[in-house]
């Protein structure tokens, strides 16, 4: 490392020439290079610690004893995908995504339905003149129904200035990850 500050270090000093400033009594600005700032030695862990000693997932759930968390993994993914998915299919609807974004997290029936609303709100656009815009939305907080630990119906309030919506949602798992097998736009 000190190859390369070499050059930056030997450099010479540099002045600046004076420049007559009326009123100004100050003297020429003089670059000096950079001092060398020396880290205080790091000192090693207090002697009253013990060294850190890898444990295995076994002794660690054993230690943690009734603290287990028992969540079925219905929690919050399944919150958060609702409202996600809510939002993208009001987008969809709007024009302003396509719909093949959403193909891996629908069913093919929700995907048909949907490819069939697009269609005909693509139409409705086309005769009204509507040009394509990307909706202002809020989405409200999901509230969620479960059936079950592989089963979630949903409920998510959209609300647009001039009208707000619901989107009714069923989620199953489907190979390790959820997957909307209905959804109704209200």
């Known amino acids: 490392m000190n190859a390369l500050l070499s050059p930056v270090l030997e450099r010479p000093v540099l002045e600046r020439p004076a420049v007559e400033r009326p009123n100004a009594a100050r003297p020429p600005l003089r670059l000096v290079p950079p001092s060398r700032v020396v880290a205080p030695p790091v000192p090693g862990p ?3 610690v013990a060294p850190f000693e890898p444990r295995t997932l ?9 603290g287990l968390r028992t969540d079925s993994g219905i929690g919050e993914d399944a919150r958060l995908l609702c409202a996600k998915l809510a939002l993208c299919v009001i987008e ?6 396509p719909l093949d974004q959403l193909g891996r997290w629908v069913s093919d029936s929700v995907f048909i339905q949907l490819l069939r609303r697009t269609v005909i ?3 409705s656009r086309a005769v009204t ?25 949903a409920v998510v309030m959209i609300h647009q200035p001039s009208r707000s919506r619901a989107v009714a949602l069923r989620l199953e798992r489907h190979r390790m990850r959820w997957r909307a097998t209905a959804i109704t736009v209200l």
């Open 46 to 48: 207090p002697p009253d």
């Open 58 to 66: 076994d002794a660690e759930l054993q230690a943690s004893g009734d």
């Open 92 to 97: 969809i609807l709007a024009g302003a995504r």
């Open 121 to 123: 709100a693509a139409r």
């Open 129 to 153: 003149g509507d040009e394509v815009k990307r909706p202002r939305v809020r989405v409200g907080e999901p509230l969620l129904n479960r059936l079950g630990d592989s089963v979630v119906e």
